[in-house]
C-alpha cells in the first residue's frame, strides 16, 4: 500500500510565497509520476504540475513561472514551491502519486489527502 501525506498549506498575502509537501510512504512500488492538483470551492478539480520519474517538469500556464515541482528521492517527498501567490491560487491542493505496484506490475495512482491555501488580497 502507498500512503501520501501533505503538509505546507496555509494563510499568506498575496504575493507571498509557501511550500508544500508531499511524503509518500511504503514499499513494493517505482515511481512513475508525481503531480499536484488543486480544487476551488465549487470548481473542477484542476492539474497544477508534474514531475517525471526522470525529473522532467510541466506546468499549468497558470502557474508557469511562479510554482515549482522538486522532488527529494531519498525522503520520497515532492514539493511544490509556490511563489507570487494570487488570490485565484487558493484552493485546497491535492499530490498525486503514479506508480507501478513491483508485486503486481500493474499500474496504479493514489491521492493525498489535500492541504488547504488560502491567498488573500
Known amino acids: 500500500q502507498v500512503q501520501l501525506v501533505e503538509s505546507g498549506g496555509g494563510l499568506v498575502q498575496a504575493g507571498g510565497s509557501l511550500r508544500l509537501s508531499c511524503a509518500a510512504s511504503?514499499?513494493?512500488?517505482?515511481?512513475?509520476?508525481m503531480g499536484w492538483y488543486r480544487q476551488a470551492p465549487g470548481q473542477q478539480r484542476e492539474w497544477v504540475a508534474a514531475i517525471t520519474s526522470t525529473g522532467s517538469t510541466n506546468y499549468a500556464d497558470s502557474v508557469k513561472g511562479r510554482f515549482t515541482i522538486s522532488r527529494d528521492n531519498a525522503k520520497n517527498t515532492l514539493y511544490l514551491q509556490m511563489n507570487s501567490l494570487k488570490p485565484e491560487d487558493t484552493a485546497v491542493y491535492y499530490c498525486?502519486?503514479?506508480?507501478?505496484?513491483?508485486?503486481?506490475?500493474?499500474?496504479?495512482?493514489?491521492w493525498g489527502q489535500g492541504t488547504l491555501v488560502t491567498v488573500s488580497s
Open positions: 498525486n502519486l503514479y506508480y507501478r505496484d513491483d508485486r503486481t506490475y500493474r499500474y496504479r495512482d493514489v
Open positions: 511504503g514499499s513494493g512500488y517505482s515511481i512513475n509520476s
